[in-house]
């Protein structure tokens, strides 16, 4: 053989070679065996992976890897080495969620890559009975920012599956340029690869039905170094990628992109998965995977009820004597926070909020105070504005706050997803913790696992919440079927300021949903603090099971049991605290629904009370009930119901 034959023949030989190794599919198994993701690389060194669950695929083959600005790590790579599999277990405690006490375990495998220049990238996978996680490390020590321009992360659904998505409007857009807000009605059971009718393409948390399996996409621990990403407006196949922000998404001219030194970690991608809904609505993955909890509020700051007369009252009602009558609404109630909203350094004023600090903390009650994020990304003139942009005027502010006695602030109107915008926002978090100051945010991106890592996070707004159905009636008339959606999408994982529960009604509006479905939302809807959206006359002409009921909601919550349910219809769910159930029912359709009760979790001698509407669904009627056995309950047409297990 001549020695350019034998040349051309090694050259062979090493090709087969190096296509059998990126070929070479490399398996991880969740610890109950029926999660599977299937790794490899294509003969153009592409990073891939798959899920199957039970032995179907619900993810077919679905891209990875980054683009940076220095180097390419989408194409062209080689699989240097894999880590054994290996289990990661972790168990925290959360100041209020879904679950008081989680526990996380999974299995674990690195896939260690490298590029064409020999630049190494790690794509970390995680696997537990629940769902999938993975993420990128880039390990290298490098002293100057790199940029991530594109994350080609994907997830790669059959034709037949359907999406419950809620689109993205565009950046500085609406009212005032507020948008994105994360305020759009859910679209549901959309064939995949339809469109996002605007250019910011879908939010997360994103669901899918493919056969009888549910997947949840979402993601995790994003934090200052990382922007929030959003699906692909554009799914051709059913394949939806990872999507990062619009340019004008940051503040004034920092960056919108990822940019950062080395090594870095990218935020977890998060993929929820189930043969049922409930798999998926018992599901703590958005937590499990959150960065740790960066400091202790736990001696200062408890979760609550708060009265708030914005909601009905608007602009007008933020005035020295109706705030005082909210407090007095507040303290009556049992609650433990009143809100005073936007105005009122005009309208009250430094002095007098003083004096009802004062009057509050007689009563056992904290005030929380509004602010405007202010900044170039929107143009409303709402005040206080300019108090918190730079740390310097938010350290003077807070401290001015904490002086007065102050319990915590709501900060509303952000600019978006960008990552100068998500430093702001964790800037405001870490910063308010110092002055021990608990902060809700509004006109803002979702939580994204933040109630764990920041927990003085008590809550974020980014839903189409009670608020809206003052505006107009579309709004109330949409209001029944959007409440079912919400806790399988947007406050599957994270908390969320909806200001639910309005018994009495909205001046010139017609409310669809029954007082029963009001009271449900009291339970099915978590949050840190909860705002609820009733005045203090409407309180007080409710009938005396009704506000005995509503002075002893349980603020935070220990355990959750999924019940019955389909996104857009109805949502039956049970909450636990202490050796109480709470099982919590709404009807968002027109029609009578009668569901049976699996509550086989209760012991066999449990008793409770019901509370549902009457037949005219006008009014709520409180009765004894027996949780021997299987319970058939009818939802009135746009109805709810709440059960509450007696203590022994």
Not at 238 to 263: A, D, M, R, T, W
Not at 466 to 484: L, S
Not at 508 to 517: E, M, V
Request: hydrophobic share 40%.
């Amino acid at each position: 053989m001549s020695n350019t034959k034998f040349f051309y023949w090694i050259l062979f030989i090493l090709a087969i070679s190096n296509n059998t190794l990126k070929a070479e599919i490399v398996t991880i198994k969740s610890p109950n065996q029926k999660i599977t993701v299937s790794f490899w690389c294509t003969p153009a060194g592409e990073p891939v992976y798959s899920v199957s669950l039970s032995g179907s695929i619900v993810l077919k083959q679905s891209q990875l890897g980054i683009i940076r600005s220095d180097e390419d790590f989408s194409k062209m790579l080689s699989i240097d080495s894999v880590s054994n599999e290996s289990v990661v277990s972790d168990e925290y405690t959360l100041l209020y969620g879904k679950r008081l006490k989680c526990h996380y375990l999974c299995h674990k495998r690195i896939f260690y890559l490298k590029n064409a220049d020999s630049k190494p990238m790690e794509i970390i996978f995680q696997v537990s009975d629940d769902g999938v996680a993975f993420r990128y490390h880039f390990p290298e020590k490098k002293d100057t920012f790199v940029k991530i321009f594109k994350e080609l992360s994907s997830f790669h659904f059959e034709l037949s599956t359907k999406a419950f998505l809620q689109p993205c409007p565009d950046a500085r857009t609406g009212w005032c340029f507020t948008q994105p807000s994360y305020e759009e009605y859910y679209q549901l059971e959309l064939p995949v690869g339809t469109a996002a009718p605007y250019q910011a393409g879908w939010v997360m948390p994103a669901l899918f039905k493919y056969e009888n399996f549910w997947i949840s996409i979402t993601e995790t621990a994003v934090d200052t170094n990382y922007c929030g990403s959003r699906l692909s407006q554009f799914s051709p196949d059913g394949e939806y990628v990872i999507q990062f922000p619009q340019p004008q998404e940051c503040c004034g001219n920092e960056p919108y992109l990822p940019e950062s030194i080395l090594p870095w970690y990218t935020p977890w991608r998060i993929i929820a998965v189930s043969e049922n809904l409930a798999g998926i609505v018992e599901s703590t993955l958005g937590t499990d995977l959150a960065i740790p909890a960066q400091y202790d509020v736990s001696s200062w700051l408890k979760p609550g009820i708060a009265s708030w007369s914005w909601v009905i009252l608007k602009d007008n009602a933020t005035v020295f004597e109706i705030q005082k009558k909210y407090i007095d609404f507040a303290a009556e109630m049992k609650w433990q926070y009143c809100l005073i909203d936007a105005l009122w350094d005009q309208q009250i004023g430094y002095d007098k909020i003083i004096e009802l600090v004062d009057y509050a903390k007689a009563k056992n009650i904290k005030i929380l105070l509004w602010y405007n994020s202010a900044g170039d990304w929107n143009t409303t003139n709402i005040t206080p504005r300019d108090k918190l942009l730079k740390k310097e005027s938010r350290a003077e502010e807070f401290q001015r706050l904490k002086e007065m006695g102050i319990g915590g602030i709501k900060v509303d109107f952000f600019g978006g997803d960008g990552q100068s915008m998500m430093k702001y926002y964790i800037g405001i978090l870490n910063d308010a913790a110092k002055y021990n100051l608990a902060v809700d945010f509004h006109g803002c991106t979702y939580p994204r696992g933040w109630q764990r890592t920041y927990p003085n996070l008590v809550s974020m707004e980014a839903i189409r919440g009670e608020e809206y159905v003052t505006f107009g009636q579309y709004f109330a008339d949409n209001q029944p079927w959007h409440c079912t959606v919400i806790p399988f999408t947007r406050n599957l994982f994270d908390p969320m300021d909806f200001t639910p529960v309005n018994f009495s009604g909205i001046p010139n509006i017609q409310r669809q949903t029954t007082k029963g479905f009001e009271i449900a939302l009291s339970v099915l809807f978590t949050s840190g603090i909860q705002h609820i959206a009733e005045t203090p006359e409407g309180m007080a002409i409710q009938d005396d099971f009704v506000k005995e009921y509503m002075s002893t909601i349980p603020t935070s919550w220990d355990d959750i049991k999924f019940i019955d349910g389909y996104p857009g219809k109805y949502v039956i769910i049970a909450r636990k605290k202490g050796n109480q159930w709470y099982v919590a029912g709404i009807n968002g359709e027109k029609s009578t629904r009668t569901v049976t009760l699996d509550i086989s979790f209760l012991p066999k001698t449990a008793k409770g009370i019901i509370i549902s509407d009457t037949k005219d669904r006008k009014n709520l009627v409180k009765e004894n009930i027996l949780l021997s056995k299987p319970v058939n309950i009818t939802l009135q047409p746009y109805g709810g119901f709440v059960i509450k297990t007696l203590s022994k």
